[in-house]
């Protein structure tokens, strides 16, 4: 455990941003998994929709740098081709 003032600060600091992070992550799945369920129902509607809004989450996402923003580049760009599939047939 840290005794000098700065770091015990760091250390909180450090743990609300952990939680604040961890809850954009856990949101950024749901957004995910909600087009993969539409893609697999064949809603091209109600995955189109989804797929805006789950890019809309990885793109603020990777501008906070909550995930990298490569891979918020290579998740939305296979999202894309998943809700395209289901509108192409």
């Known amino acids: ?5 700065s770091q015990i600060k760091r250390n909180k600091q ?3 941003r952990q939680e604040a ?3 954009v992550r856990t949101s950024l799945k749901t957004s995910t998994k909600k087009v993969r ?3 697999a129902s064949g ?9 805006r809004d789950a890019a809309r989450a990885l793109d603020k996402a990777a501008a906070k740098r909550i995930v990298h923003p490569r891979t918020a ?3 939305k760009s296979r999202l894309a081709k998943a809700a395209n599939s289901v509108s192409a047939e």
Do not use: E, F, P, Y
Request: charge should be positive; hydrophobic fraction near 50%; charged fraction near 25%.
């Open 14 to 16: 450090n743990a609300k």
């Open 73 to 75: 580049a290579r998740r």
């Open 1 to 5: 455990m840290a005794n000098i003032k």
């Open 37 to 39: 369920v539409a893609v």
């Open 21 to 23: 992070n961890r809850a």
């Open 43 to 51: 809603d091209a509607d109600q995955a189109a929709a989804s797929q």
